[in-house]
């Protein structure tokens, strides 16, 4: 009984880092990555309220259903995306406030890693890691330790997709699943206490 439960809340715990990841990259002041987010938006299971003009999805039976009717049954789920979306809004603030201190040698860096497609996600993860602990060094003393790692994190993204923009899908993969790894116990903490 105890692997059913945690397969239900992996898969919720897996689209709350998706929405979290997705709204920062969203909020963040500037990118010049908008058109791949907007494309990587429809591709994800994001509430319909964030993509308002996406068209009718055609049902097994050959139907269209209305993007209104499934947001209607979805509508428990809906408050709960505000929440991270909002949550990802504060962090995207914070992110705004540290992005000076990311060293463009670092983001190219890394984005030079990324643009290897023989790299495993393995190691992509890895690289990740390695430049989020040379960025950990010049964190603010203020900010709690998890909160400045998600926050670089998810930073980090945004800088490499500002760099390469057709980076975005990979790096945010790799985002999503170094946070579902490392922190995913403190986002769930986070998305609780937004309630």
Known sequence: M???????SGLKDARITDLLVFGFLQSCSSNSFQAELEALGYELPV?????EDHEDELQTDGSRA???HAQRIEADSE???DLI???ARQLAQIGDSMDRS???RLVNHLAMQFMNPNLL???RRRHLATALEQLMQTCPADLEQEKATLVLTMLLAKKVADHTPSLLRDVFRTTV???NQNLLTYVRNLARNMD
């Open 79 to 81: 408050s709960e995306e």
């Open 66 to 68: 209305s993007r209104f």
């Open 102 to 104: 990311i060293p463009p």
């Open 47 to 51: 509430q319909d309220h964030l993509w």
């Open 177 to 179: 699943n170094f946070i």
């Open 121 to 123: 996600e393995e190691d």
């Open 2 to 8: 105890d692997s059913e439960v945690s397969n239900g």
């Open 85 to 87: 979306q909002n949550l």
